[in-house]
């Protein structure tokens, strides 16, 4: 196999604490298997020219390649097009979302620059992998940089239906600019859909093979579903060996032996926050026998402050938290306790495992990995139930799961007093059934599947006539 060269906006690098997020966890555990390169923005702007070169670290096996953006085109290409157009749009937020040109012109430059960047550093046997949404218009600038190389790309987060993406003016140039890479993966069959419905919108059904293989003129690409996974075997060893630490150990103790019911996200708005902590508070009102005899833990890391609808969110909680706390709290009970802050990846784990219930409730996601971390954490004797969104990419997986419409308030709230009084049997059935599951299509899977369908790209490329048969 050729040199994997990944690529996304931000990268984490090994002794910065970067924001967490699903892309820079997944990219990681891909890169620590295969070694590799991981090219990407390392998280500082300039307001002068940015160097032309990256910045080089090289760590167990894996090459970082850091390049700087200039301050005023990563506001208009981040905050502006990435996240208040794209991410709301692909989420199906259509209020949430704001277009400006001026910010599609630095999407188009700030992924120039990454082409110009990037090119230099490439080898003759890489394989290309390229990372989400902010990043959709590489593909063509790299070819248009002479690469010949077979390029990939993996959208880690939805696939909006054609009368949805529509919506957006350059859907059809979004379109194309997907068309000039050789595989593209999607986290669901829905995305790829979707997917499917734009190519025919713009080039009509019989650009789509029976073979699922899709033509646009000369070339041929693969489109196909490879849900993200995670590791389960770390994931399983990082929680075991959690239990014994101090903070895991005090967390425990300072439930006095109250059930534990836990929430991870990233503090966004499609995580159902606020719907969250709604049906909590009328899972007190209904069931009142859990007054005081349950702690529900919700971590939420702040991420994308400068985008106006995340402060928006973060209000919201805070008020809701408030409330649900000011009412129902007692001298020795917290009902809610909402925290702000990142954990190391290990601690998370313990937290997981030592939880009786998690509430992965997004209004929709792309996959959600904390859903799959949660079933690898647990103690397979005395397994947690998982409450799980229908919206969630992993709801496809994880049939096994309470699965609930987290816009379903009450039906969230009856789902957390159905997990809480699970009998152990089925707890385990229900558990067992979902790790074999996330054992199967693991991080490793992942990553295999997606650089052997990049490998075997190359063959439709030299091949094409055997293709159009
Ligand atoms: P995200 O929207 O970031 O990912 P998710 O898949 O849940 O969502 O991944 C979050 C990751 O960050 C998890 O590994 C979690 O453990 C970690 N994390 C969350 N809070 C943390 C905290 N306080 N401290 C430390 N770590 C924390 C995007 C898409 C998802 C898709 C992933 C991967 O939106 O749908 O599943 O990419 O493709």
Redesign the pocket.
């Known amino acids: 196999m050729g040199r994997l060269v990944c690529v996304s906006n931000r990268i984490s690098l090994p002794r910065k604490s970067a924001a967490?997020?699903?892309?820079?966890?997944?990219i990681l555990s891909a890169l620590k298997r295969t070694g590799g390169v991981w090219f990407g923005w390392g998280g500082d702007t300039t307001e002068q020219d940015p160097p032309t070169e990256p910045d080089i670290h090289i760590r167990d096996g894996v090459t970082y390649a850091t390049i700087e953006l200039r301050q005023s085109e990563y506001e208009l290409y981040y905050n502006g097009y990435s996240n208040d157009l794209l991410w709301p749009l692909f989420h199906y937020f259509l209020r949430g979302m704001r277009y400006s040109n001026e910010e599609r012109d630095a999407y188009e430059s700030v992924n120039r620059s990454f082409a110009q960047k990037l090119s230099p550093l490439l080898q003759p046997q890489d394989l290309i992998w390229v990372h989400?949404y902010h990043l959709i218009p590489l593909g063509r600038l790299l070819r248009e940089a002479g690469v010949k190389r077979p390029l990939g790309f993996?959208l880690?987060?939805?696939f909006p239906n054609i009368e949805m993406l529509r919506v957006l003016p350059t859907y059809a140039e979004l379109l194309r600019d997907l068309t000039h890479y050789d595989v593209i993966g999607f986290?669901t069959e829905n995305d790829l859909k979707g997917f499917h419905s734009g190519i025919e919108h713009l080039f009509g059904a019989e650009a789509i093979r029976s073979d699922g293989r899709i033509r646009v003129g000369d070339r041929v690409l693969r489109a196909e579903v490879f849900p993200?996974g995670?590791d389960v075997d770390s994931m399983q060893a990082e929680a075991i060996a959690a239990m014994e630490t101090d903070v895991v150990k005090r967390m425990i103790d300072s439930l006095m032996s109250r059930s534990l019911m836990i929430g991870?996200?990233?503090l966004?708005y499609?995580?159902g926050l606020v719907e969250r902590f709604s049906a909590y508070q009328q899972f007190l009102e209904t069931y009142p026998d859990n007054i005081g005899r349950i702690t529900y833990i919700q971590?939420?890391?702040l991420?994308r402050t400068d985008v106006r609808a995340y402060a928006d969110i973060r209000k919201a909680l805070e008020q809701a938290a408030g409330r649900t706390n000011g009412r129902f709290a007692d001298t020795d009970w917290t009902p809610i306790r909402y925290?702000n802050?990142?954990?190391?990846?290990g601690?998370?784990?313990g937290f997981l495992r030592a939880a009786n219930v998690g509430v992965?409730t997004?209004l929709r996601?792309?996959?959600?990995?904390?859903?799959k971390?949660f079933v690898a954490a647990q103690d397979i004797d005395n397994p947690g139930v998982l409450i799980l969104s229908t919206l969630?990419?992993?709801a496809r997986e994880l049939g096994s799961a309470l699965l609930v419409n987290p816009y379903d308030t009450r039906a969230v709230s009856h789902a957390m007093q159905t997990a809480l009084s699970m009998p152990l049997a089925e707890r385990r059935e229900r558990h067992m059934a979902m790790l074999e599951v996330v054992k199967r299509n693991d991080i490793s899977s992942w990553t295999n599947r997606f650089v052997e369908a990049l490998e075997a790209s190359q063959r439709d490329q030299s091949r094409p006539r055997v293709l159009a048969s």
């Open positions: 967490p997020g699903g892309l820079a966890v997944g989400d993996f880690h987060i939805p986290q993200i995670v991870v996200d990233r966004d499609s995580k971590i939420a890391p991420s925290l802050r990142n954990f190391p990846h601690t998370l784990s992965v997004p996601d792309g996959m959600n990995l904390v859903a971390e969630a990419g992993a």
